[in-house]
T-cell receptor, first 109, second 117 residues
Framework: AQRVTQPEKLLSVFKGAPVELKCNYS??????LFWYVQYSRQRLQLLLR??SRESIKGFTADLNKGETSFHLKKPFAQEEDSAMYYC???????????FGQGTRLTINP | EAGVAQSPRYKIIEKRQSVAFWCNPI?????LYWYQQILGQGPKLLIQ????????DSQLPKDRFSAERLKGVDSTLKIQPAKLEDSAVYLC???????????????FGPGTRLTVL
């Protein structure tokens, strides 16, 4: 079975401080990991995927298969980063996404 | 912008009533998904269509939920009869196709917020 755990429901940091949103997964096969974001009054949208190894809006995430983690990081938070963030897993070759519970990130001025 | 469209955006019904949601995916997208998102939780897949065929409906409560995708384009999700625990946001998403590689991104609609009283 596939499972995604985001241990923090709420995370609040000050503008300019580093941010780390935690994501742990449980899956015995080869996973694809994603971060989705939902800004206020907007649709759920893809932020980044592990396979691309890219930085989007200053965010990066590294897949750590040993620790089964895919934490999202940004060195300097900005107020516009305030949103709901969801970590999601997909079995390699499949389409179905399994989501975590989400973390509400608030950036304080 | 042309994205996934859903209607209605909000619906309030009493328990034991029936309700239907509509989704129009991005043009040309072969795969369509319905997710249920209960308050405080992440989206949970209810059903996945590839064109007009069902690929995965393992988490669809089939005694009360039904979905169809006639002609492989629009889709409707129905609940009959509704229960209090069905209160949730119902999200529709679409993606290009079955080749689940890194470019098979899912695009989400705005969702329908259902309240069952």
């Amino acid at each position: 079975a596939q499972r995604v755990t985001q241990p923090e429901k709420l995370l609040s940091v000050f503008k300019g401080a580093p941010v780390e949103l935690k994501c742990n997964y449980s899956y015995s096969g080869s996973p694809e990991l994603f971060w989705y974001v939902q800004y206020s009054r907007q649709r759920l949208q893809l932020l980044l995927r592990h396979i691309s190894r890219e930085s989007i809006k200053g965010f990066t995430a590294d897949l750590n298969k040993g620790e089964t983690s895919f934490h999202l990081k940004k060195p300097f938070a900005q107020e516009e980063d305030s949103a709901m963030y969801y970590c999601a897993l997909r079995r390699w070759g499949a389409q179905k996404l399994v989501f975590g519970q989400g973390t509400r990130l608030t950036i304080n001025p | 912008e042309a994205g996934v469209a859903q209607s209605p955006r909000y619906k309030i019904i009493e328990k034991r009533q029936s309700v239907a949601f509509w989704c129009n995916p991005i043009s040309g997208h072969a795969t369509l998904y319905w997710y249920q998102q209960i308050l405080g939780q992440g989206p949970k897949l209810l059903i996945q269509f590839q064109n007009n065929g069902v690929v995965d409906d393992s988490q669809l409560p089939k005694d009360r939920f039904s979905a169809e995708r006639l002609k492989g384009v629009d889709s409707t999700l129905k609940i009959q009869p509704a229960k209090l625990e069905d209160s949730a946001v119902y999200l529709c998403a679409s993606s290009p196709g079955l080749a689940g590689g890194s470019y098979n991104e899912q695009f989400f609609g705005p969702g329908t917020r259902l309240t069952v009283l």
